[in-house]
């Protein structure tokens, strides 16, 4: 069973940045999709940022051109790279790995990320 680490997370202002790192304790070359979910209080985990192991990115609109998704296979790490921060972006980030019949093989325990004003 592979377990998925994650971290990166913590307190930021609106605007700045933040790289989360992903790390598998097992190879990841195998994994199709490894991608970012967030949660915000109260609602239901949603796909942040997804990339394919031949590296195609699928993003939430809410992202697009702040957000950079990119997988390393060779240090078994997947990164989320976020820029120009939102307050909106303030959520508990997971890093999930899925088949391409899109069912999940694991799940990281989240990073809280907070943005403040």
């Known amino acids: 069973q592979v377990q998925l680490v994650e971290s990166g997370g913590g307190l930021v202002q609106a605007g700045e940045s933040l790289r989360l790192s992903c790390v598998a304790s097992a190879s990841i070359s195998n994994f199709p999709l490894m991608g970012w979910y967030r949660q915000h209080p109260g609602k239901e985990r949603e796909l942040v940022a997804e990339?394919?192991?031949?590296?195609?990115?699928n993003y939430a609109d809410s992202v697009k051109g702040r957000f950079t998704i990119s997988r390393d296979n060779a240090k078994k790490t997947v990164y989320l790279q976020m820029n120009s921060l939102k307050l909106e972006d303030t959520a508990v980030y997971y890093c999930?790995?899925?088949?391409?019949?899109?069912?999940?093989?694991?799940w990281g325990q989240g990073t809280q990320v907070t943005v403040a004003s």
């Open positions: 999930s790995s899925r088949r391409w019949d899109r069912t999940f093989i694991a």
């Open positions: 990339i394919t192991n031949i590296g195609n990115t």
